[in-house]
């Protein structure tokens, strides 16, 4: 008994499936890159155990608690921890039960895919996940976490990871960084400069960050040219760190191209703790456009995840804090709100910006058209709620007409659920074959071309795109 | 000869097909569950004869008029009243026989397929409609409506209705609920409190309608605590009769959430008959909240039909008036438009809200997350112009994978035609089933699993979303 | 070897594909109805030969050449001429080599099909195009095009062309038109009035083209009623060289009713320079309405292309003009923006305006309800970057249930790729006959109607809206 079908994915018809196989059996073992994400490089710093099946699968998972929370089961008796302290669930193996009894609210989903797939293929699990086999569970994988070759660093090994990108914010010391490389041990774990909370002014502190910015630095980061040499460095220390890449996480995709006096009197404005959300809002914009210059120096590849509105539940963020699972999407435009940008540095071919989206009306309408006409622009893969086998789907039928395969970059599995990276990418490797099986079928694409296709998809182009080689 | 083909929607592949129709094997014969709706429950109350093929079919189903009317069939040769009275045509076999030399302008469409379902399935016809067949169908259906049982009880229990939901306003006395009642038939027909006229400060007679409310109830509506009492005793008239649901019909999804004496001065403000767009909207807007309170004490099940911009042209709206097919779906935002009522009831397990939606983008970018999140919140099937295989499927791929089926509520007819009960759920049946065979012949769901899925999609999700058991 | 599968886009499961293959047939060998397009009169006017291979496939067509600077390429080298006259790469068959290299950034797009479609069935070639076949190409080519068989009209003819719209702007003496016509050959080549430059208040020297409009007119184009009997008099003066629709290129869909007074006071606004953005968006609505009421007197077919920011690089604007590329679409609501000029004029059964759009999500949520409803009201094919498989395919999807197939208005190829025409209709018809051969297998259209209607979207839907009889 298997809990996942081999040909799972793959187009039904017989020749499609034969198709879609023989694509993906060219690319299925190829190496794991993943050059976006949110592992905890303290993992493969300390290479600890991982604690129990709770920790490891549902307390972290917003994906998998947030589904819980939607049937009634209150988070705190999934042990998702409060702001005030107050007491939460404790005991792992409760949370594991509750989660186990209801296993069936996944059903359709990818979260249930991913958990399966980890369940056979990491756990080496064959029953399905229920009330019934909630404890049998509970104790096998527990089990297996105590052993050495469950440990981090084997896992990375075992996963096939070539090279793996954790996210860090503009003031980490990347001590967990640092303790990887003074380890000794081989494995690719790179950082990525993620300044949210020293470039948006509606973040938690986020003049005391500019402060603290300013330390690290020793750049007077009150003044314009200050602020911005205080990135330069930071980039640079970070790139010490293997970073090729900046991420954004803004609320909108807006940018500015302001002079650099006004830019200068914004970045006081916003430093007062008084201003509009407008103000707030044009002081992200402008950062967005100088972070373009800034790799434009440095040769860093630039994200933008804009769109998420964060917190959505007043109760739960008051409660919880963030990233628990109430960030909700929201209408997201490109075509206006990137033209500053754009008309600055969008024509020149050394500068890459990944643009994502959490709204797919954006695919045909925007986004392709902007990566298929600007040098400097390419799509990231489908995100968040969308990298799924529909998601993947959607995007690939709705930007490949307009800008091609070769204006995309690759997989990302933005993950910190550990356990699912080869899952996830697996989806993305059957899902990516299955639409070119498809285009193969239809005489849109030769079966060779398909053939090299699926292993830029897998490899290539996130190597390129994040400048990984 | 038949109109229908017993594996209609079905997949084309053989494998799928097989899947599909065992999944509909085990569907196809469950109770009819209609917890939305608009029968006039006179019908049931007076159990006469319709009166003839054309008012059947014809005159007042929009889905049918409306596009006579695209192609150029002047809205009076149709028999659609004038509100002035002027004249119009009176004989339903002209009007009928306009319609049939037109039937093949539904090509493709759902109309067709609801028809010709009742042609065969309800009248035993089996040739199609066409100008040749006008008058055999016209003549094989009258004599079929003079029929005992044809008459409305009986095709009711012939249709196998479990339940059935009609909708009438906040002012309605019930009369007809009332007289099924008191007829001592076994047919579950229950009402839905629909208090749009009473709520909503653009309606035709507000402010009157406000008044009679109160005269209805002994309550001071000029009052803001006399007014939600008034809403409160109405509700408790219409639960007496059945109802266990309320719907709101409204232009936007907006909530708000104002103090009392905010509320007041704007209930003052809109009753004036003096008041702006959006003082309009922000009334409407804070009593969603109010009605989810409400819900929360009476344990109402809450539905939200936002999105249309009703009776869209101005020449046909002062000739014909409401519901003549010139509604028109809109951009309809829920993310920022539900926060305020989300942050004061959204996280209550016991309240439940259903979501409508005009506008798919919603689906994947907002309301899947939105329901698989808040406890509260339940996504309804698809409403009107996406009442149809093609509008099934969408649904189903674009919020499966974010909030699973058990954040969705089953499907609802919300038809006043009456003879396309059985072949609206029959199509969501097999629409249904279709989705889940993919899932299944694509590794994402096990067989024993779908089975269970299309009897809760069918069956249990709609008598558990409005608490009909 | 061939370039192109003959059974190219029909579905892969068997029973459809012979169904979809028979439909085919049925319709592959009807003439080309081409009712909008931008293919130059001058050269069936003329007659001379194609300049070369670069000239044919690559310089004009921004399809082609916006894909290869998305990926580095400077638009110099593809010999894209400057605004400022300064040099570019005259070598066509270097321009060649660059395209032909990088063949592969095509795959999966239409483009990819149309070209090959040109180079097997115009010019018989079989093998692929890339770097090692680019100089056979380039010479077989261009041997090709100094016969006289490769000529335009040589062309037109082989290609079955039963009528050819071009677009030309309202000042535009149509002196080519009139040479094809005293030439007395016989190909049907028409005009099409297109008075953007005269109506559009942000057009490059609009008060200039004004002037000149009345010039030509003798009307005193600086008051409303002389303004409006110019355009009369150049409608009338296009009408007389075949043109039977007027075209607006609108970045919204917004039309305005204002009474006279008002509008020529609008008038004397814009054409004085000083004028708000806003302004000029209420001039170019009101001139929807007005182009609506002239077409109701002269039977003119309208069409409405609204939705494209055009140049949106300011940058490749300024070195290189309009039209190359960087025309990106945006949100476009048709709901509210058509109101006034469907209130003044869309219930009138003799008048067709037929609505494009480059944002899909209205297809289903406005365009198809608005277009099921009012008479005056017709669908046209997917446009630009979504005249394509999947595009076609998400247009019948997302409109047949709403408002049919007799509410659109047959294929437009819209291209100035005079070699592609052949190709852009067959990916139309097989696009067409594989979504009716799923419609079959799925028991929602009879075979005997499918066939019907595959012949009307082919060749007669667009001969009726656009009154080519």
Known sequence: MALTDPDRLFPVEPALRGLARSLYDGVRDLPIVSPHG????????????????????????????RMLVSQGVPMTSLG???????????DPRAIWRLFAER??????TPSAMWLDHSFEHVFGLDQPLSAETADMY???????????????????????????????????DLRWHRAIRESGWAGRVVTTY???????????????????????????????????????????????????????????????????????????KVLSGSFSPAEAE?????????????????????????GSRRNHSAPVFARHGRDKGFDIPGPTGYVDA??????AVGMEPDLTVILFTLDETAYGRELAPLAGAYPSLRLGPPWWFFDSYEGIKRFRE??????????????????????SIPARHDVARRSDCAYLAGLVATGRLSETAAHEVAHDLTYRLAKQAYRLD
């Open 38 to 65: 949110h592992c905890d490089p303290r993992w493969f710093a300390e290479n600890a155990r991982f604690p129990n099946p709770a920790e490891l699968f549902v307390i972290p998972d917003h994906y998998v608690f």
């Open 80 to 90: 998702v921890p409060r702001t005030d302290g107050g007491p939460v669930e404790t």
């Open 103 to 108: 296993f069936h609210l996944f059903r359709g």
């Open 138 to 172: 509970y104790d096998h994988i527990d089990a297996c976490l105590a052993r050495d070759d469950f440990r981090p660093r084997a896992l990375f090994e075992r996963f096939g990871i070539e090279v793996l990108a954790t996210t860090e914010g503009a003031l980490d």
């Open 194 to 268: 993620r300044p949210d909370a020293v470039v948006d002014p509606d973040f938690e502190g986020f003049a005391a960050n500019v402060a603290q910015l300013g330390e690290l630095t020793g750049e007077d980061t009150t003044t314009w040219d200050g602020y911005l040499d205080a990135h330069r460095a930071r980039r640079e220390y970070f790139r010490s760190f293997g970073a090729t890449a900046t991420d954004h996480g803004h609320p909108s995709a807006r940018t500015e191209n302001l002079p650099a006096m006004d830019a200068e009197a914004l970045l006081r």
């Open 282 to 306: 044009a002081f992200r914009g402008q950062m967005l456009t100088e972070m373009a210059r800034m790799s434009l120096d440095d040769g860093m590849t630039m994200q933008i995840h804009p």
């Open 338 to 343: 990137l033209k500053p940008m754009l008309d």
């Open 398 to 419: 709705l930007t490949t007409e307009t800008c091609g395969f070769y204006n995309t970059a690759g997989f990302n599995d933005d993950t910190r659920a550990f356990c």
